[in-house]
């Protein structure tokens, strides 16, 4: 298998993390975590891959970096980014922590360029170790040169194992016909948009029916950009699926300070265990009372569970 695009511009740290070398500009990863409802309860399940340039040891800010990259070198530099947080997660986040990685759809103007990323996606996870499950697809709706390339690349993504999230559904023209052409697993929406609905009932109101719309059709939501902790208590009314933002988490650079969010999922998977074992030695116990009970063929059926 041919190397990877991104691959070429890495340099690998002391620490394990590897950082991306563009011109003069070093690139690092960062993550954000995305936590889901659980019975009542927020719990780490995801991160999202940001990308974090420097350039002097400075910080620079991403929307700079990008302004700054002609339009021919853009395909590469996404690729060099993806490449970075699947080898950064790969080495900072739990072995079953989701990664959602961003595709710019308006790069995919042929199917050329698309089998292209996919490639280096499939080189890069091998030399990473992480499974294609675990990646989540970031893309947007919007139209493309060729929609039909697009709707391709995606059902490949399926084919390879990954899932795939539509990115800032409600921001400039969404459409929900392109949404159920794409058929993705996840929509994400967009956090401005999504700020400004849950500020007023009737906005809630509307986020509620998108998230039923979407479940109903075994689309999983994620609300960016959830800031305060009012937002948190409404996007959780609302029935949202998953949330994101600095009321919650800031990104981290690699390899990052994420013990306390893994121990919370390991406590959770803990716990979920626990239960399950309860409950099977709890179905040993009344198997054996009702085997010993003398009453046994005169059992009532009625409500479940009696």
């Known amino acids: 298998m041919s190397r990877s695009i991104g691959l070429a511009h890495i340099a690998r740290q002391d620490d394990g993390t590897a950082v991306g070398i563009w011109g003069g500009y070093t690139l690092k990863s960062a993550f954000q975590p995305i936590f889901s409802f659980r019975e009542g309860r927020l719990l780490v399940t995801a991160y999202e891959g940001l990308i974090r340039p420097f350039r002097d040891e400075r910080p620079v800010g991403p929307g700079t970096f990008f302004s700054s990259i002609p339009e021919v070198d853009r395909f590469q530099v996404e690729a060099l980014a993806r490449t970075l947080h699947l080898l950064n997660a790969g080495v900072s986040l739990s072995e079953t922590a989701s990664l959602f990685v961003n595709f710019d759809p308006s790069h995919f103007v042929d199917a050329a360029s698309a089998a292209s990323a996919l490639r280096d996606v499939q080189v890069v996870l091998k030399d990473s170790g992480i499974t294609a499950e675990r990646v989540v697809c970031e893309i947007t709706e919007q139209e493309t040169e060729s929609d039909e390339t697009l709707l391709g690349f995606v059902e ?137 009970s003398p009453n046994r063929s005169k059992r009532t059926f009625g409500r479940r569970g009696t």
């Open 156 to 292: 490949a993504l399926k084919g390879y194992g990954h899932r795939v999230a539509v990115d800032d559904y409600g921001a400039d023209s969404s459409d929900l016909r392109r949404i159920e052409a794409l058929g993705p697993d996840i929509v994400k929406f967009d956090g401005a948009w999504t700020g400004h609905l849950l500020a007023s009932a009737p906005g809630v109101a509307m986020l509620t029916e998108m998230v039923r719309a979407f479940s109903e059709k075994g689309i999983r939501t994620v609300f960016e950009g959830i800031e305060t902790g009012q937002q948190l208590e409404l996007a959780e009314s609302c029935g949202v699926s998953m949330v994101q933002g600095f009321a919650l988490a800031r990104p981290q650079l690699a390899p990052g300070a994420f013990e306390e969010f893994e121990a919370a999922r390991e406590s959770e998977r803990r716990r979920a265990l626990a239960g399950t074992a309860d409950r099977l030695e709890q179905g040993k116990a009344e198997t054996t009372m009702r085997d010993v």
